[in-house]
Structures are given as C-alpha cells and as structure tokens.
C-alpha cells in the first residue's frame, strides 16, 4: 500500500492536464463550450440528472455529426470518451482539440460517423462540491476513484443520452474509452456491464482502483467478470501503453492474465511516455477501428 502511495505521490504533478478554461461559472462555461469551433458538426454542453446520493445534476460535452439535424430519421452510434485524474468533461477539447482531429479522419473516410459524448467522471460530494464540475487534483482523483460514479453511468449518462439523441441501442453501436485515470474506469465499466459496450480502449489505464475496497460490487472481481464479458466477446478489446508509461508494468500483468484465460484483445505499446501525445494516437487509432 506505501508502494502505491508513494507512486501516486509522484505522478501528482503531470497527471491529465486540466484547462484554466474550466473554471467558468455554470452558464457563462456552457456557453462557452458551445461557441467553440465545431468544424463539421455541432457541440452540446448538456446537464443531466444525476442519481447520486448528494449531487443534483452534472453536465457532458456531446459533440454530433454532421448532418445530425437534417437527416432525422438516421439514428448513430455512440463513442462514450473519458478523461483522466485531474480532467473534467472538457479536457479532451483542450488538451487534444478532438472535434478537429474527428472530423479529419471523417473527411478523409477513414472514420465513421457517431455522436461523440465526453462526461465528468470525477467524485463529489455535493452541489457546491461539483462547482461547475470542477476538476480535482490528482491524488484525490485517484483516491476517490471508488464505484459511485461508475454505479450509475448506464442509467445516468448512456439512458440519458438515448433519449435525448437519435441513437442505435444496441452493444454493437456502443463504444467506451478512457485515458488513465478514465481508462482503468473504462475497464470496470465495460466489465460490469459486459453487454452495453462491443468495443473498449484504453488509453494508459491503471490496472487497479484505489479506493475500490468501499465499493466493491464496482470495482471488484474483475477476473470473474471479464470471464463473462468474453464469454460473448467485445469485436474490439484494445490496451494501449508506452514503453515509459508509469503504469506499463501493470498493463503487462493484465496482459499476461488475458492471453492465460484467452481473452481476444489487442495490446499495443508505443514509445514515450504517459502523455497526451500517446492519447491522440490511441484516440485516433482507435475511432478509425469502431463502428
């Protein structure tokens, strides 16, 4: 446990950039949000209701394609996107300008279309806690990394996006994927609902949640259940690492255990480090591989 504490301690200061921008007040950031440059298709900074205990509501970015609004009869798949330790709903926008980097790859024909959808994945206590959806420093982000979050994310952010958006319900037009901190909530998320997603990345995970002891119905397990995920199998499985990534070792581990149980899944390693520069890649490799 010291081990792993004094490993957190370390990463502390260069954990999943947060912008400045997210430090707005609640309306004048949405809007904010919305007024960015959506190149070919729209943006939506969108509140939610929130079944948590002590939070009322949280807010995602969804990014729709283009053509969303004029062809009203097609219904699209979707890409649920999770940010890191010390990241909020808008860090993929700042740290990886993702809406330009899509509509690329979509220009190009070397992506489909899909609504994009990025929620806050952090902890809070409260309404004053969440504050506009604050980002948190690393250490807490990591420690509070506990279930209650992931417990109601089928319900309150995948339902609530299919009902208010044209989507595809089924496992096969449903995609999660995460970096870091969201990578190892990916993991999880993806093993606790092993029907709700037919394609998983992750981008860097962690291997193990810290604070998973309190809620161990969440983050528990996950031998058992990814035993039952791959008794019908994702059509894409994909670990993504670096040769310098701080949590290599850990992903080498989980490696390891799915070639022993014969898990099908890809492991790609990249050089560099755990860095935003190996999450475009991941990202951009990834989205041209779904769908």
Same mark, same amino acid.
């Given at each position: 446990?010291?081990?792993?504490?004094?490993?957190?301690?370390?990463?502390?200061?260069?954990?999943?950039?947060?912008?400045?921008?997210?430090?707005?007040?609640?309306?004048?950031?949405?809007?904010?949000?919305?007024?960015?440059?959506?190149?070919?298709? %729209? @943006? /939506?900074?969108? !509140?939610?209701?929130?079944?948590?205990?002590?939070?009322?509501?949280?807010?995602?970015?969804? *990014? #729709?394609?283009?053509?969303?609004?004029?062809?009203?009869?097609?219904?699209?798949?979707?890409?649920?996107?999770?940010?890191?330790?010390?990241?909020?709903?808008?860090?993929?926008?700042?740290?990886?300008?993702?809406?330009?980097?899509?509509?690329?790859?979509?220009?190009?024909?070397?992506?489909?279309?899909?609504?994009?959808?990025?929620?806050?994945?952090?902890?809070?206590?409260?309404?004053?806690?969440?504050?506009?959806?604050?980002?948190?420093?690393?250490?807490?982000?990591?420690?509070?990394?506990?279930?209650?979050?992931?417990?109601?994310?089928?319900?309150?952010?995948?339902?609530?996006?299919?009902?208010?958006?044209? %989507? @595809? /319900?089924?496992? !096969?037009?449903?995609?999660?994927?995460?970096?870091?901190?969201?990578?190892?909530?990916?993991? *999880? #998320?993806?093993?606790?609902?092993?029907?709700?997603?037919?394609?998983?990345?992750?981008?860097?995970?962690?291997?193990?949640?810290?604070?998973?002891?309190?809620?161990?119905?969440?983050?528990?397990?996950?031998?058992?259940?990814?035993?039952?995920?791959?008794?019908?199998?994702?059509?894409?499985?994909?670990?993504?690492?670096?040769?310098?990534?701080?949590?290599?070792?850990?992903?080498?581990?989980?490696?390891?255990?799915?070639?022993?149980?014969?898990?099908?899944?890809?492991?790609?390693?990249?050089?560099?480090?755990?860095?935003?520069?190996?999450?475009?890649?991941?990202?951009?490799?990834?989205?041209?591989?779904?769908?």
């Amino acid at each position: 446990m010291m081990k792993r504490f004094l490993l957190l301690l370390t990463l502390a200061s260069g954990l999943c950039a947060c912008s400045t921008a997210a430090r707005f007040y609640r309306g004048e950031e949405s809007s904010e949000i919305e007024a960015m440059p959506a190149y070919g298709g %729209t @943006i /939506e900074a969108v !509140y939610y209701p929130s079944s948590e205990k002590h939070i009322t509501q949280r807010r995602m970015v969804v *990014y #729709l394609p283009k053509g969303y609004d004029k062809d009203t009869l097609r219904r699209y798949p979707v890409l649920y996107l999770i940010h890191g330790a010390r990241g909020n709903e808008k860090t993929w926008i700042d740290s990886a300008d993702v809406f330009r980097r899509l509509d690329s790859l979509r220009t190009e024909g070397l992506a489909k279309d899909f609504i994009l959808v990025m929620p806050n994945m952090n902890r809070y206590t409260s309404d004053r806690d969440y504050a506009n959806s604050r980002c948190l420093r690393a250490l807490p982000a990591f420690w509070t990394v506990d279930g209650e979050v992931e417990r109601y994310f089928i319900d309150d952010v995948v339902r609530f996006t299919q009902q208010r958006y044209r %989507t @595809i /319900e089924r496992r !096969y037009a449903r995609a999660i994927a995460g970096m870091s901190n969201g990578g190892l909530q990916a993991i *999880y #998320l993806s093993a606790d609902y092993p029907r709700a997603f037919d394609y998983v990345g992750l981008f860097s995970p962690y291997a193990k949640a810290m604070a998973g002891k309190f809620h161990r119905d969440v983050y528990s397990g996950l031998r058992w259940k990814q035993k039952e995920q791959f008794s019908d199998p994702p059509k894409l499985y994909v670990i993504y690492t670096a040769e310098q990534d701080f949590f290599y070792h850990h992903m080498m581990a989980l490696e390891k255990r799915m070639i022993r149980n014969g898990f099908p899944h890809q492991f790609v390693v990249n050089p560099g480090g755990h860095e935003w520069y190996n999450w475009i890649a991941n990202f951009e490799d990834f989205v041209q591989r779904i769908f």
